[in-house]
């Protein structure tokens, strides 16, 4: 079965830049999004269709995807960015998938 | 303004039957994919399922294929994630959410947590 590989942590400086990663065979050929999802709190899409960023959510948030790897970076990073990262790919014939999640620390 | 709203919190013993709802506002429901999604204790996001209410195309992860049933009335713009016979490993937060296209999910639900214990 598809898999998406994400790492369990990031730390990153406030100001600075944070990468969160998410691995899967081929996943530069399907669409890649990424959520927020802060304790407590339902999630929250933050990049969708590998780049695009819906109405409300900060420029500082950016993604990519190719090859085997989609990004999400954060440039700038705020104490309110602290939160669960999660990416989701989509397979027309299997669905959608995500991957285990990150959790972004901010110190 | 775009609104999916949950049914309330559910307490249930094993065996038991539960149908959870979801109700859409603010957006033409019927021409919108609405998912579900399972995140257990402490635990990351699943993706279960997605149905489409115009027509009830529905698609199923195959690790939920046979265990849950997902439909939708769209007379009352409202999804349902239904289980016949409920296990403690049912026990979770199930989120619903909506997209246009059916490859992510751009308003969430604020989740009904499900909890089985006898």
């Known amino acids: 079965s598809y898999e998406l590989t994400q790492p369990p942590s990031v730390s990153v400086s406030p100001g600075q830049t944070a990468s969160i990663t998410c691995s899967g065979d081929?996943?530069?050929?399907?669409?890649a999004c990424w959520y927020q999802q802060r304790p407590g709190q339902s999630p929250v899409l933050v990049i969708y269709?590998?780049?695009k960023r819906p109405s409300g959510i900060p420029e500082r948030f950016s993604g990519s995807n190719s090859g085997n790897t989609a990004t999400l970076t954060i440039s700038g990073t705020q104490a309110m960015d602290e939160a669960d990262y999660y990416c989701?790919?989509?397979?027309?014939?299997?669905?959608?998938?995500f991957g285990g999640g990150t959790k972004l620390t901010v110190l | 303004e775009v609104q999916l709203v949950q049914s309330g919190t559910e307490v249930k013993k094993p065996g038991e039957s539960l149908k959870i709802s979801c109700k859409g506002s603010?957006?033409?429901?019927?021409?919108?994919?609405i998912g579900w999604v399972r995140q257990m204790p402490g635990k990351g996001l699943e993706w279960m399922g997605i149905?489409?209410?115009?027509?009830?195309?529905?698609k199923y992860s195959p690790s939920f294929q046979g265990q849950v049933t997902i439909s939708a009335d769209k007379s009352i713009s409202t999804a349902y994630l239904q289980w016949s016979s409920l296990k403690a490993s049912d026990t979770a937060m199930y989120y619903c959410?909506?997209?246009?296209?059916?490859?992510?999910?751009?308003?969430w639900g604020q989740g009904t947590l499900v909890t089985v214990s006898s």
């Open positions: 959410a909506s997209s246009r296209p059916p490859n992510y999910f751009d308003y």
């Open positions: 603010g957006y033409s429901f019927s021409n919108h994919w």
């Open positions: 149905i489409y209410p115009g027509d009830s195309d529905t």
């Open positions: 081929g996943l530069g050929y399907k669409y």
């Open positions: 269709q590998d780049s």
């Open positions: 989701q790919a989509w397979d027309s014939s299997t669905g959608g998938i």
